[in-house]
């Protein structure tokens, strides 16, 4: 059991987009945020992110599944060393599959990586695993930040409601209604994956041999939309659905033959439009308007991302750093966060976040022998 009070957590994440891994330490009682300490990156190499991307898709017992698992560790298990003054730690693990609506017969997602090898080898209990009760209880088990983007809103004092949009390799929105008690009340928070981000541009640039990627979005601000192309990715049986939703990564595979035939800087700038249309998309859910969206993740450090957010959508938007938040580890944070409400017994996901029936608390406790 976790000493009552606050303590301090720490989160570790490794996004869709397989750059590499954040940690944060956060101090919690698994309600409020008390306080936020240091953090780090750990990069993937190109060999490991090739291995990585090779396992995409794949199910455990795959080819290539137990590869892509020892990056996971190993490179989080090197990262999290400079974290063991925390009490808990949360692994969140390497997304490479997700079918939540059971299209392969049987509902499933799957995290590369084991919580239980972590503890062991950091010698800190750790939790992890945290979406697969959740999709065994009928939810999405996506996103998981919610509850956690609630507890920013509260720290950073807001009094209406807002949206907290994250971009990475996929995005997904939080809108939060600060004026709730807390993210378990009826009304308080509403979240779904709204379609891709960064991933499409990087796979375009590796697929193009050019860029890693468009750094800043320069190439992007370079080209022209074409708004063709955008109407037609719109018309993806995914924007038809009612939320709570998620995605997989390689949901839309078919995105890179829908601008195929543009030049670089069309083609990046019209992968730019998509994803910001489908933000936009997502605001004929949200039960009120909100006053403003607080961006994180990668994608609020490209110039031509945020410019298209803002030209498309009918409120202020900035990066979350606007509001004294790192953008950078907002999600390395929520996972110290819940890691903490399971280790205590709340909840981490809910009707309005994940589509599960009931509050639930998702994740494993693996504590060293």
């Known amino acids: 059991m976790l000493k009552a009070g606050p303590v301090w957590a720490a989160g570790a994440m490794s996004g869709t987009s397989l750059d590499g891994v954040d940690a944060a330490l956060l101090l919690t009682d698994g309600a409020r945020i008390l306080d936020f300490g240091r953090h780090g990156y750990r990069a993937f190499s190109q060999q490991e992110r090739a291995v990585l991307h090779a396992a995409l898709g794949l199910w455990p017992g795959a080819d290539g599944v137990d590869a892509a698992a020892e990056i996971v560790e190993t490179a989080h298990a090197e990262l999290l060393s400079d974290f063991l003054d925390a009490d808990v730690i949360g692994f969140h693990g390497q997304t490479l599959a997700h079918d939540p609506m059971g299209a392969a017969g049987s509902r499933r997602t799957h995290q590369a990586g084991d919580g239980a090898i972590l503890a062991e080898v950091l010698g800190r209990p750790v939790v992890w695993d945290f979406r697969s009760a959740d999709v065994e209880m009928g939810g999405q088990g996506a996103p998981l930040a919610p509850y956690f983007h609630f507890a920013c809103a509260k720290w950073a004092g807001l009094t209406q409601p807002c949206v907290f ?31 891709p981000a960064n991933a499409p541009i990087n796979d375009l640039m590796r697929a193009r041999r050019q860029m890693e990627r468009d750094e800043g979005g320069a190439l992007a601000l370079s080209g022209q939309a074409d708004p063709a192309v955008v109407e037609t990715f719109l018309s993806h049986r995914y924007f038809h659905k009612i939320p709570p939703k998620s995605l997989d990564r390689n949901e839309f595979r078919d995105i890179l033959e829908l601008v195929n035939p543009l030049s670089d800087a069309d083609a990046v700038a019209s992968l730019v439009a998509i994803a910001a249309a489908s933000v936009a998309a997502g605001f004929d859910h949200f039960p009120s308007a909100p006053a403003a969206v607080h961006v994180c993740g990668g994608g609020r450090l490209n110039e031509a991302v945020m410019t298209a957010l803002a030209r498309i959508l009918p409120c202020p938007v900035g990066p979350v750093e606007d509001l004294g938040l790192n953008g950078d580890m907002l999600e390395a944070q929520a996972f110290a966060y819940l890691a903490v409400r399971v280790a205590r ?12 029936a009931a509050q639930i608390g998702g994740g494993r406790l693996s504590r060293p022998s």
């Open 165 to 195: 949009l994250n971009l990475g390799g996929v995005g997904n929105v939080t809108w939060v209604d600060p004026r709730k008690s807390g993210p378990e009340e009826a009304g308080a928070v509403l979240a779904f994956d709204t379609g």
């Open 345 to 356: 017994g709340l909840p981490t996901s809910g009707p309005s976040t994940t589509g599960v």
